[in-house]
């Protein structure tokens, strides 16, 4: 990847991605909040990374759907995305205050569904590894 801006999103959507990790791994205090958090930034930066990519404007918008929306117009093939761009969307926003609860179980399905969009977005970008 060559885009310095697309870069910088991408390593702040790694950093979001080992938080996830990390999170995932604590048994003894587990914080699946945490973890669908940090799952749904994940995706919101490597959807923005590939909207940079292309030297598009970055909106300022927390929805992956939307973002997803923008991605589609570029290439079609992120309509594939829909379904678990979708389960982590509540997660931006919601989970971060009191109410927003998610359980184990619920991190475990966000940490597939941000697996397979960072794998489907690092692919199209060219990104190795």
């Not at 598009?56 to 570029?74: A, F, K, T, Y």
């Not at 979708?86 to 919601?94: A, D």
Request: glycine residues 4%; hydrophobic residues 40%; charged residues 25%.
């Amino acid at each position: 990847m060559s885009v310095p801006h697309a870069e910088e999103w991408v390593q702040k959507a790694e950093e979001d991605y080992q938080m996830a990790l990390a999170g995932a791994r604590q048994r003894k205090h587990p914080v699946p909040s945490a973890v669908c958090f940090h799952c749904q930034q994940c995706a919101e930066k490597y959807l923005k990374a590939f909207l940079a990519y292309h030297d598009l404007e970055v909106p300022r918008v927390h929805n992956l759907l939307r973002l997803n929306d923008s991605c589609v117009s570029l290439d079609s093939s992120f309509s594939a995305l829909v379904d678990p761009l979708e389960m982590l969307n509540p997660y931006g926003v919601e989970i971060r205050y009191p109410g927003g609860t998610a359980t184990v179980e619920e991190s475990q399905t966000a940490l597939q569904a941000v697996k397979r969009v960072r794998r489907f977005l690092r692919g199209k970008m060219s990104i190795s590894t």
